[in-house]
């Protein structure tokens, strides 16, 4: 199964110059725990959850932008790269949410969710949430 299949297409993005007001309402409007920061369709950076609190909320900083909170080393993969695979570089890069990339422009992002409601990938869905949750 590739990363195609099971990632969400068409995802809300941000801009750099968005308000952590603005990026909060987006999180909580679409249901989600990141926000990839786009500009001109190219990723430059994402805004989670615990970025909000952790970077601005614990900061005194509710006023920044994206850009002054956002995580700019970004683990992203391609829609042709095998699910398991995707689970794997999850896995081994500690984090919840990959990014899916299509000539340098965002397509899709797949969640450890995602992985997780694959029969096929359940195994290594529960075996990368295991290796993320033991940093946390």
Do not use: F
Request: hydrophobic share 35%; proline share 3%; charged share 30%.
């Amino acid at each position: 199964m590739k990363v195609r299949d099971i990632m969400t297409a068409n995802v809300e993005c941000c801009e750099p110059t968005a308000s952590v007001t603005e990026l909060a309402k987006k999180m909580k409007d679409s249901n989600v725990g990141s926000i990839p920061i786009c500009e001109s369709g190219r990723l430059q950076g994402i805004v989670s959850d615990r970025d909000i609190v952790t970077r601005s909320l614990a900061e005194d900083q509710i006023e920044g932008k994206a850009s002054d909170i956002m995580s700019t080393e970004i683990v992203s993969s391609h829609p042709d790269m095998s699910a398991d695979e995707a689970s794997q570089l999850m896995a081994e890069h500690q984090i919840r949410r990959l990014p899916i990339l299509e000539n340098e422009r965002l397509t899709g992002i797949v969640a450890l969710g995602d992985l997780s409601v694959k029969k096929d990938t359940d195994q290594k869905a529960g075996k990368a949430l295991s290796e993320i949750s033991k940093s946390a």
